[in-house]
């Protein structure tokens, strides 16, 4: 059993978790992710490492509610606990010194992208953050980036992730020297990243979420074609080149449950929903019970 | 009273719940022997001086003895002598391939049907759990010693390890990766052939000898072997199983839809997806289901797709049937269900659709060539006979590599060309001091019972290794 000592809305469907795991705490590093089980009926389910902290024995994720399992998380309050968290789990990145590095994240790619910049920095590099959200409403720690970065910018905007590719394509044409990209949030940006840097052939690294299952190598479930081979996520990976990466063969994957994951979440109780709503705080009338 | 009688060469059958009824539920399918049919079933035993069943047993059980303990009607003493040897009987008894073991080497085996033993193994551990309270035993075990051993891994081959080593003296404890105890017996072996309740009470035996078990723990993440034998452990025995799912390696193979058996089993048994939406992890079956391979798992997941909904169920294998390394009452209950043979079949790639599922196989004909060096004859491509056959779902069991990760975070540790850990049969040592191993990451792809005679011979030689 894990407890939860801090949740925070960060904006709206963007849960904070800070956890009590102090063995995985001790060991985690950037790049690396763990698995959680919410409850004895729950699935297994990988989620990024969006900080920790040795000392505390703690652990901090960020999330966004997709589905059952990410609502039953995201159900549970201040001082109640998740059932089993596994980690650190993945490979973790190999940091070295690049010279100017573009960070570009989103939405749940915003806390892991901190660690990693937090690592960069300290082998020297100079970091130019960039950090996308669909709209003010949904634009989070984009201070904590500031603070971090050497040059951080916010790329906001209701047509959606393809704005930022946009903004990478433009600031690399500009003449901008970059050594180095790293993009870590949703698939599509990280997508759409990886194509725009591919033009200017700088080595862009993203951060793959498949869907797993055990998330050590046992079954298989988080395969990934990069540069035409076949990878495990959990254990290879996972992070990845993203000029190698196919793309469409990941998305497919990734949505092969939506049916499933639609009809267990419409079949949870509304009770619950009721309690998500309470811990989130929301007006009512955006609550989702109303829309029950 | 003279033992003088006529022999019976037949056994008394095992009751089995019936194909049509079972192949649409989860419960299990062989439904074990009464008290009377295990008494007749032993009574057959003829007690032989030569005993060869013990020489046929991996883990060195004393069959004769428990044997005439069933035949008197003595169960507690059954159950006494059964577990002074193994310390997970109600599991052997269920999924030990007896007829190449103990039943092989029975004196009546030459004559006709061999005893029963697995059977009579099974009732014998049923016994004692439905009778927990008059069974309760004192367990032997030695002076508790100050060395404390570390084991990765709660299949088979760790429990029985640190069942045996915490019966020596030793401090054990077990590191487990996933949320609950037992291994290849929680996610690989399906409820129907071993109910996860009896994994979890010969489990809970093993905990009540004093082994204490970490659950959640990736060793080579959360800790390397070596910081385990830094911090506290005086030897390590490694354990963590079969590894990595092997797929076909032919196009279109990450098409959704095509599930590793590793995958299929896991999310079935482990996940419980044949309780979904009660329980959150959801599985795919369609109507008509391919297994590729034709081992113990290949009909594990032919019955479980069955059992999930499956209309048709097939199972594609490159050689013939002889060659299936299949036990065969498993290929039999299989077969009894509905599970159609597609045998000297090959695939050469999947299909998709614009979603990115599986929807087609396409298959070629194989005929037998000369023998290999494992002396089966070798498949090759019949020229011409290709076809497609459409599909919902394709299930890749065609065994497993080693895991990499405790591989890849452990100095010293020499591994063979195939990425398993360099190993001495005979005590489990490995390459590297402190530490040995045993089951799957040792041998590759084996048997439960082979893994638990492994974990027996590293506990003898790791308690060896301290009194020296």
């Not at chain 1, 109640?80 to 973790?92: A, F, I, R």
């Not at chain 1, 971090?148 to 690399?172: C, K, M, N, P, T």
């Not at chain 2, 060309?417 to 792809?445: F, H, L, P, Q, Y």
């Amino acid at each position: 059993m894990y407890k939860i000592v801090k949740r925070e809305v960060l904006v709206p469907n963007m849960i904070y978790m800070k956890v009590e795991a102090p063995d995985i705490a001790q060991k985690a590093k950037p790049g690396q992710f763990i698995i959680l089980r919410v409850d004895e009926f729950g699935e297994r389910f990988p989620m990024s490492l969006a900080g920790w902290d040795k000392n505390e024995g703690t652990l901090e994720i960020s999330f966004q509610i997709m589905g059952k399992s990410t609502m039953k998380l995201a159900a549970l309050g201040e001082g109640e606990h998740v059932l089993d968290v596994v980690g650190p789990l993945g490979k973790s990145t190999e940091i070295d010194y690049y010279g100017n590095v573009l960070c570009v994240c989103g939405s749940f790619g915003v806390g892991p992208m901190i660690t990693m910049i937090r690592a960069l920095k300290e082998k020297g590099n100079k970091i130019v953050s960039v950090i996308e959200a669909e709209s003010e409403a949904f634009l989070f720690w984009e201070d904590k980036l500031k603070e971090i970065s050497d040059e951080a910018h916010v790329v906001v905007g209701d047509r959606g992730v393809g704005q930022v590719s946009e903004f990478v394509r433009e600031y690399l044409k500009a003449g901008n020297k970059i050594d180095r990209v790293f993009a870590f949030g949703r698939v599509f940006m990280m997508m759409e990243c990886s194509k725009a840097t591919k033009a200017f052939e700088v080595k862009t690294i993203v951060s793959l979420t498949p869907i797993m299952v055990d998330g050590t190598g046992m079954c298989g479930c988080c395969r990934v074609s990069v540069g035409g081979e076949t990878k495990f996520t959990c254990v290879d990976g996972p992070e990845f080149d993203g000029h190698l990466v196919d793309w469409e063969l990941l998305i497919k994957r990734k949505q092969a449950y939506l049916k499933e994951e639609a009809r267990a979440f419409n079949l949870w109780e509304p009770d619950n929903l009721r309690k998500v709503a309470e811990l989130s705080k929301l007006p009512k009338r955006l609550s989702l019970v109303e829309n029950e | 009273m003279s033992e003088k009688k006529k022999l019976n060469l037949n056994r008394v059958p095992i009751p089995k719940q019936a194909p049509e009824e079972r192949r649409s539920n989860f419960n299990e399918v062989a439904l074990g022997y009464t008290e009377e049919q295990a008494i007749e079933e032993a009574s057959r035993c003829i007690q032989c001086k030569k005993s060869n069943c013990k020489d046929g047993c991996p883990v060195g059980v004393d069959i004769p003895e428990f044997i005439k303990a069933v035949r008197d009607g003595d169960m507690p003493e059954a159950v006494r002598i059964l577990k002074s040897k193994n310390s997970l009987p109600g599991i052997c008894g269920r999924v030990c391939p007896q007829e190449t073991q103990c039943e092989m080497t029975c004196s009546l085996a030459k004559k006709g049907a061999p005893i029963a033993i697995g059977r009579l193994e099974r009732y014998v551990a049923d016994w004692e759990r439905a009778h927990s309270e008059i069974s309760k035993q004192q367990i032997e075990r030695a002076t508790p010693n100050r060395k404390k051993v570390a084991v990765v891994g709660s299949g088979p081959a760790g429990l029985t390890c640190a069942a045996d080593l915490v019966k020596l003296g030793y401090g054990v404890t077990i590191f487990e990766a996933l949320h609950i105890a037992g291994g290849v017996l929680m996610y690989g072996i399906p409820e129907f052939r071993l109910p996860k309740h009896i994994v979890q009470t010969e489990v809970n035996y093993v905990k009540s000898l004093g082994v204490e078990i970490k659950l959640d723990q990736v060793i080579g993440r959360i800790a390397t072997v070596d910081e385990l034998l830094e911090n506290g452990y005086d030897a390590a025995f490694l354990a963590p199983g079969a590894g990595a799912p092997m797929f076909l390696n032919i196009p279109g193979e990450n098409l959704s839809g095509i599930y590793s058996a590793n995958e299929f089993l896991t999310r079935t048994n482990l996940m419980k997806a044949y309780l979904f939406p009660e329980y959150d992890t959801p599985i795919k079956v369609g109507k008509r289901v391919a297994v590729f391979g034709g081992g113990n798992v290949a009909m594990d997941a032919s019955r479980c797709a069955l059992r999930l909904g499956a209309e048709e169920v097939y199972i594609i294998y490159r050689r013939s049937r002889t060659e299936m390394p299949a036990r065969l009452e498993e290929r039999g209950n299989a077969e009894e269900e509905g599970v159609i043979f597609k045998l000297q079949t090959n695939p050469s790639r999947f299909l998709g659709d614009e979603e990115g599922r599986v929807r087609a196989v396409e298959l070629y004909e194989m005929e037998l060539g000369e023998p290999d060096e494992s002396g089966r004859r070798r498949p090759i491509r019949k020229p011409g006979s290709e076809f497609i056959m459409e599909l919902d779902i394709a299930i890749p069991a065609l065994g497993t590599r080693p895991n990499p990760i405790i591989p890849s975070t452990t100095k010293g540790l020499e591994l063979t060309k195939w990425g398993t850990i360099v190993t001495d049969e005979a005590t489990g040592r490995t390459s590297k001091e402190r530490v040995w191993c045993g089951g799957d990451m040792a041998t590759g792809a084996a048997t439960v019972i082979s893994a638990m005679g492994a974990g027996k011979r590293a506990a003898a030689d790791i308690d060896e290794s301290f009194k020296a």
